[in-house]
């Protein structure tokens, strides 16, 4: 018995219901099969605001988006990307849906993915930026520098900004022994 699944949840189903089952009267357990299932590629995606275009005082926007087939895996963290696709609600199921009554959450389900940040290896880096790089490095200041990027638009919570540096770029050496 094949059962597709449309829904995030799912009930696998306990009684055969084939007119061959029915006929024999045979009461058996069934068991979920994943060796013959079929699944289809899936990736739910959160895109948030981006920093520059929030404004002052205000928190960034999320959407939930709903990648199929060829467009998952496509969109990493960090990543700046363009998405177009439909806008879906998803009711709410079970207790949550008597609460809510007719709200429902909203998705983007996406048709297509326009990056805009290339790799690292796509970088071409000008003469003026590399000087500029150089002249980070040799100030003898980069620390600060660096701390005063991460969130430059919350004021203040310098050593916090610090110890999130040593965290992200930060650690110890482990050699094992294979």
């Known amino acids: 018995i094949f059962q597709p699944v449309t829904t995030k949840q799912f009930t696998p189903m306990q009684e055969c219901p084939s007119d061959e089952c029915k006929k024999n009267n045979s009461k058996g357990q069934?068991?979920?099969?994943?060796?013959?299932?079929?699944?289809?590629?899936?990736?739910?995606?959160?895109?948030q605001e981006m920093a520059d275009q929030v404004p002052v005082g205000h928190i960034p926007r999320t959407l939930t988006v709903h990648c199929h087939g060829t467009l998952t895996r496509q969109i990493n963290p960090g990543d700046v990307v363009d998405?177009?696709?439909?806008?879906?609600?998803?009711?709410?199921?079970?207790?949550?849906?008597?609460?809510?009554?007719?709200?429902?959450d909203t998705y983007l389900e996406a048709q297509h993915v326009n990056?805009?940040?290339?790799?690292?290896?796509?970088?071409?880096?000008?003469?003026?930026?590399?000087r500029r790089i150089e002249q980070y490095k040799n100030s003898g200041h980069m620390y600060e520098?660096?701390?005063?990027?991460?969130?430059p638009e919350i004021y203040g919570h310098l050593d916090v900004k610090k110890a999130l540096l040593l965290l992200l770029i930060g650690g110890v050496t482990k050699e094992m022994g294979d």
């Open 115 to 130: 990056q805009h940040k290339k790799a690292y290896d796509d970088l071409v880096v000008d003469a003026r930026t590399f």
């Open 83 to 104: 998405i177009a696709g439909i806008f879906l609600p998803t009711p709410y199921t079970g207790f949550k849906a008597i609460r809510a009554g007719l709200l429902t």
């Open 30 to 47: 069934l068991f979920l099969s994943t060796r013959a299932s079929k699944f289809l590629p899936f990736q739910e995606v959160k895109i």
């Open 145 to 151: 520098y660096l701390s005063r990027s991460i969130a």
